[in-house]
């Protein structure tokens, strides 16, 4: 029988380009050889993925994890697991290539540093943030300086504070999603000047024009 390792370095780094991330997990268990030669490979281009944390069990334990990469999905997994994951992604692969990847940061647990760690080796065409707290906003923005060659979506689901929105970069669309009474003239004029779509989902928008000739002045 062939040996497949015996193969020359550019065929099996070819090889390793057409498998599917769960066949990746399976193969690096197989033995040390396999491990580290998927751990030095690119792993291909893959139109999505995403990442996020859907509520909140008891006592803050995560109760839906949610990882997707490929046609490979981690959900509801141990907290202990989840502590793993960055670990666990560099032995897949050197480098993976997105389309398109999703971070939804509403409830999100876990620090920058784990989530830097996590898809530190991710190439990622365009990536999109869903936003629900100042603080998550923050993380968002320094995820996003992490990717200067991304473009960026941003969904908020909240008013953020007047100061925070000059620190969000300029978006491909950034949606803002509220219950808050009003949004300022000076506000909107300013994000329309900053991102290449503006979607407001708002119950009121404070929009004069008083408001648009401050703007103006």
Not at 161 to 182: D, H, N, V, Y
Not at 208 to 216: C, E, H, P
Request: hydrophobic share 45%.
């Amino acid at each position: 029988t062939m040996d497949i390792l015996s193969l020359p370095e550019d065929i099996l780094r070819k090889i390793m380009r057409t498998l599917e991330i769960k066949d990746r997990t399976r193969l690096r268990l197989t033995c040390r050889a396999f491990e580290q030669l998927l751990a030095s490979t690119h792993a291909g281009f893959f139109d999505s993925g995403s990442f996020s944390w859907l509520g909140i069990g008891a006592a803050g334990a995560m109760s839906a994890f949610s990882l997707h990469i490929g046609n490979a999905k981690f959900r509801r997994v141990e907290d202990s697991e989840v502590a793993l994951f960055p670990q666990l992604i560099p032995r897949l692969f050197e480098r993976i290539q997105f389309r398109k990847f999703k971070i939804n940061l509403i409830y999100n647990p876990v620090s920058l540093e784990y989530i830097r760690q996590l898809i530190g080796s991710f190439n990622v065409d365009e990536l999109e943030f869903l936003v629900g707290a100042n603080f998550h906003l923050e993380t968002a923005v320094k995820i996003a300086a992490d990717f200067p060659q991304s473009k960026y979506i941003m969904e908020l689901t909240y008013m953020p504070l007047e100061e925070s929105f000059g620190l969000i970069p300029p978006m491909e669309r950034l949606s803002i999603s509220t219950e808050a009474p009003q949004m300022p003239t000076r506000i909107i004029i300013r994000l329309l000047a900053a991102h290449k779509e503006l979607r407001l989902i708002c119950r009121h928008l404070l929009l004069t024009a008083g408001g648009w000739r401050k703007v103006m002045q």
